[in-house]
């Protein structure tokens, strides 16, 4: 696979995938992306970061939206496709990193040297770390994941072929509750060494 290091991490909401990736960017010492590459984004094409934020992980819309030379009157779109191609670029350049969401199994899948992963979990599990993380009923915690993960999915489906979450669109897939987050990292990076020497 050579010296690059692409590492694309998409995840159910209170897996424990954003903590995966961050530890996984630790280990390899490559930079994390995620809503950062926002601010990267802005500062490189002269625009406002939060507004850029506002529209993050957002589905297309498919109603009343025109595109006019190569430009769609949905901001969610433009905001998508603009990280579509920085992702783009960084990985033309050469540079390594670990990515979390964004489409990026899919955006970066010409790339031999990225290796993409889907982490989920037990929903006890998962409820458990949403009502601990935001001090959360245990209700409202099951309605906040429910939300969160209708809204990945939609935001990932209206881009990809691929459907989120499918085993079949991630080199591997695994459950973080069987092994916690600690022994998931372990099983990822042993996947990730074996296949750097492959």
């Known amino acids: 696979m050579g010296k690059q290091l692409i590492i694309s991490v998409g995840r159910e909401f209170g897996s424990g995938g954003h903590e995966i990736a961050e530890k996984l960017a630790r280990i390899y010492d490559i930079p994390l992306l995620d809503h950062n590459l926002l601010d990267e984004i802005a500062e490189e094409r002269g625009l406002d970061g939060e507004r850029l934020r506002e529209f993050d992980e ?16 949905a901001p969610e779109e433009n905001v998508s496709l603009l990280q579509f191609d920085y992702l783009q670029k960084r ?22 040297c ?13 409820v458990e770390r949403i009502m601990e993380l935001f001090d959360m009923e245990e209700s409202m915690a099951e309605r906040f994941i429910c939300d969160k993960d209708m809204k990945r999915r939609r935001y990932h489906n ?15 897939s695994i459950n973080s509750s069987k092994l916690g987050i600690e022994g998931t990292v372990a099983v990822l990076k042993d996947y990730i060494d074996r296949r750097r020497n492959v």
Do not use: P
């Open 158 to 172: 209206s881009y990809c072929e691929g459907k989120w979450g499918d085993s079949r669109n991630y080199d591997i």
């Open 58 to 73: 957002k589905h297309k819309t498919f109603f009343g939206i025109r595109t006019v030379r190569g430009f769609s009157s």
């Open 114 to 126: 990225m290796i993409s992963m889907f982490i989920l979990g037990d929903k006890q599990n998962k």
């Open 91 to 112: 990985a033309a350049k050469g540079d390594s990193f670990v990515v979390v969401g964004r489409c990026s199994e899919d955006v970066l899948r010409e790339y031999d």
